[in-house]
């Protein structure tokens, strides 16, 4: 190196170093993220099978997505699955936060409990449910039935309405230590003097907590709704693994339906044309959460 | 004069104060019952999971299932060893060599990266800076489809090594940005003098900054071994051997019962297995993974 830049400035060969040390990120991302990115758009306009010749289609990938029913019953899944499970976790998120708020004794435990599934993999946790629910081996109908609160064991994956409902049990637990992780650093922000002259003007719980801590936390709050709903809107796994798309694939969500024309049909200019309207629905959820969370106070 | 306790009336003649105390710690104990049962519900799948993977594989298989073991064996577990071509074993590894290449390829490139855009000025820095970022914007499962192309054109499909360089590349936008934020913590001076005694840019980084800059380090690696460890849909779509699969991919076969019927038992021993490295990881280091995220989602 010394040889190579023996003839530069001081101030050239900092430059020079600099550029060096992005390098090998720059072009990790360029090869493994930009170009991918532009050859989906790319590739949306081909019939692209996996052996055979790619042809250009022009926009034809994208009009046969229209008349595609089974993408229109996906996306309108995963709007449907994405409006059920935000606000449990959400909810839930807000009442394990305000519990672990202060320091009292053993508080680390209870907060490294609540948070313990987020690192679990989804798959592995869905391998985990899928079988707690299953009718014969299951826990849940064991329980159940020992309780008198079934009398014979029940399919929960054989209904829709059942099936959406066990999902969300399942990701809820998997998912919101993380939701809590987050409100919990929003509630601390907050300063107690704040709570304190609160209650010298004789304020109550909810007083404070419509006056106060929501007000406050907007920021906070939005980060983690907009995160929860991004994460839904790109469910896989649970769906693949724990209903594995039924009953009557009426659990398909759009990454699956993608994956599906592309990795098992290996339609990979239609799963193209898919992933960019994917895209532009991520694309206008984050712009959403930038623009929340630049308003500064 | 009228004694204290006769004016606050109520509750057995006490004093406002003891009240007060008393119901302070009333709603401390009704908040630690809480908490409790709640800690036990969250407990529940992973203890109900260990607990069935100590069964014997028969009793795992009981219709209706036993709430307790007769007695405790690992026989699920050997059992596990006997799937596929070489058994749960071969997995792991897989898993493992995936996790540690990328948590290796993610430090030195996120390192490397962050201190040339928190140190040095270039032309360009600000562009590629926003380049590096802006992936975090767009989801990866949107440019699956080309990845795949990609690997297969490059014979990195069905390779460990294609896999973890599309891991590194999903860790690097956090990285980067983490390490970035490290370095700019670092006062100057530090540097300056040792840049004056004509030390080179990457032995002062390899020699002085690592220490200082630790913790991001430890929140990178962590965060790469976990992400890499756990991920299931690239995987599942990038490797069709199935001697190449990663543990998740790998267990899905154990559950839709390849290999004869459906071994619940094992199933469950693989999810312990699966399981295991991510919690002793977090509970070791649960406050750089903790600092990590609150730091990578407030400030992004």
């Not at chain 1, 020079?16 to 360029?30: N, Y």
């Not at chain 1, 907009?226 to 469910?235: D, R, T």
Request: net charge positive; glycine share 6%; charged share 10%.
């Amino acid at each position: 190196m010394k040889a190579l830049t023996g003839s530069l400035s001081w101030e050239q060969r900092r430059k020079l170093t600099g550029l060096l040390f992005v390098l090998p990120t720059v072009l990790f991302v360029a090869v493994f993220f930009i170009i991918p990115l532009a050859m989906t758009g790319f590739m949306s306009f081909h019939d692209w099978p996996l052996i055979g010749e790619q042809s250009w289609i022009g926009t034809t990938n994208y009009s046969e997505l229209a008349n595609d029913r089974q993408f229109r019953k996906s996306l309108d899944f995963t709007f449907r699955y994405t409006l059920f499970v935000t606000p449990p976790i959400f909810i839930l998120g807000f009442i394990l936060a305000s519990l672990v708020r202060h320091n009292i004794r053993f508080i680390g435990m209870f907060r490294a409990i609540f948070f313990m599934p987020v690192v679990i993999g989804l798959g592995v946790s869905s391998l985990l449910w899928v079988w707690m629910l299953d009718q014969r081996v299951g826990i849940f109908n064991k329980i159940l039935l020992d309780l008198h609160l079934l009398d014979k064991p029940q399919l929960f994956l054989a209904k829709p309405s059942t099936a959406m409902n066990v999902i969300i049990l399942s990701v809820v637990w998997k998912t919101v230590g993380f939701t809590m992780i987050l409100l919990l650093a929003g509630l601390q922000s907050i300063p107690d003097e704040l709570y304190e002259s609160a209650d010298v003007d004789g304020a109550g719980y909810f007083r404070k907590l419509f006056y106060i801590t929501l007000p406050l936390m907007r920021r906070t709050i939005a980060l983690a709704l907009i995160l929860s709903v991004i994460g839904s809107v790109l469910a896989f796994d649970q769906f693949y693994i724990i209903t594995r798309g039924g009953p009557r694939n009426s659990t398909i969500s759009i990454v699956y339906w993608i994956f599906n024309n592309s990795f098992v049909y290996w339609k990979l200019g239609y799963g193209s044309a898919m992933s960019i309207v994917l895209l532009t629905i991520l694309m206008a959820l984050t712009s959403i959460q930038y623009y929340v969370l630049r308003e500064k106070e | 004069m009228i004694p204290v306790h006769d004016r606050q009336a109520g509750l057995g003649g006490l004093t406002q104060q003891q009240r007060r105390r008393l119901q302070q710690r009333a709603l401390l104990s009704l908040k630690y019952l809480i908490l409790t049962v709640l800690a036990l519900l969250f407990l529940f799948p992973i203890a109900w999971s260990l607990i069935n993977s100590l069964k014997l594989p028969s009793e795992a298989l009981a219709v209706p299932p036993t709430y307790l073991p007769t007695q405790i064996v690992f026989d699920n577990y050997s059992e596990l060893t006997n799937y596929g071509n070489y058994g749960v074993a071969g997995h792991v590894e897989n898993s493992t060599i995936v996790a540690l290449l990328t948590v290796v390829g993610s430090l030195v490139l996120s390192t490397l990266g962050g201190y040339g855009f928190a140190r040095f000025n270039f032309p360009g820095k600000n562009a590629l800076f926003i380049m590096v970022l802006s992936t975090l914007m767009i989801p990866f499962q949107s440019i699956l489809i080309p990845l795949f192309v990609m690997l297969v054109r490059f014979e990195l499909n069905d390779t460990l090594i294609g896999l973890a360089l599309v891991y590194i590349t999903f860790q690097l936008p956090f990285g980067i940005f983490l390490m970035r934020n490290s370095f700019l913590a670092v006062p100057k001076e530090i540097e300056e003098a040792a840049l004056l005694d004509g030390c080179s840019s990457l032995s002062l980084l390899y020699r002085m900054m690592l220490r200082l800059v630790l913790p991001g380090i430890v929140t990178v690696a962590i965060y790469a071994f976990i992400n890499s460890w756990n991920e299931f849909l690239a995987a599942l779509i990038f490797m069709s051997d199935q001697d190449k699969f990663t543990l998740p991919v790998f267990l899905t076969l154990v559950r839709s019962g390849l290999w004869g019927t459906v071994d619940w038992g094992a199933l469950q021993a693989g999810v312990i297995v699966a399981i295991f490295p991510c919690l002793v990881v977090f509970l070791l280091l649960q406050r750089y993974y903790i600092n990590g995220l609150i730091g990578g989602a407030v400030n992004n």
